[in-house]
């Protein structure tokens, strides 16, 4: 059996990742795939929070939202950004 491991994170390292324009070019690619599976009026975009970047994806017009309240078209393109 292996001996207990235990492991210390470097939180400023940690939270520079999470921050980083690599990560934020996958969330934007991420976030762009979906609004492109959902269909015309969805955009997409990505913001640096506090403790992280995120990506995310948005009904920009009437008829988008429309859409979504209908037939949930952004909430089933969602497997796009896997």
């Known amino acids: 059996m292996a001996p207990n491991v235990q ?6 390292a940690v939270d520079a990742l999470l921050k980083s324009p ?13 609004a ?3 269909g015309e009026g969805m955009e997409s975009d990505v913001s640096v929070g506090r ?5 995310y994806a948005w009904t920009a017009t009437a008829e988008a939202r429309r859409a979504e309240a209908t037939d949930r078209r952004l909430t089933a393109a969602l497997d796009a950004a896997r």
């Open 22 to 34: 690599e990560v934020q070019a996958d969330l934007a690619a991420r976030a762009a795939r979906v």
């Open 51 to 55: 403790t992280r970047a995120r990506g």
């Open 36 to 38: 492109a599976a959902a």
């Open 7 to 12: 492991v210390k994170l470097n939180s400023r």
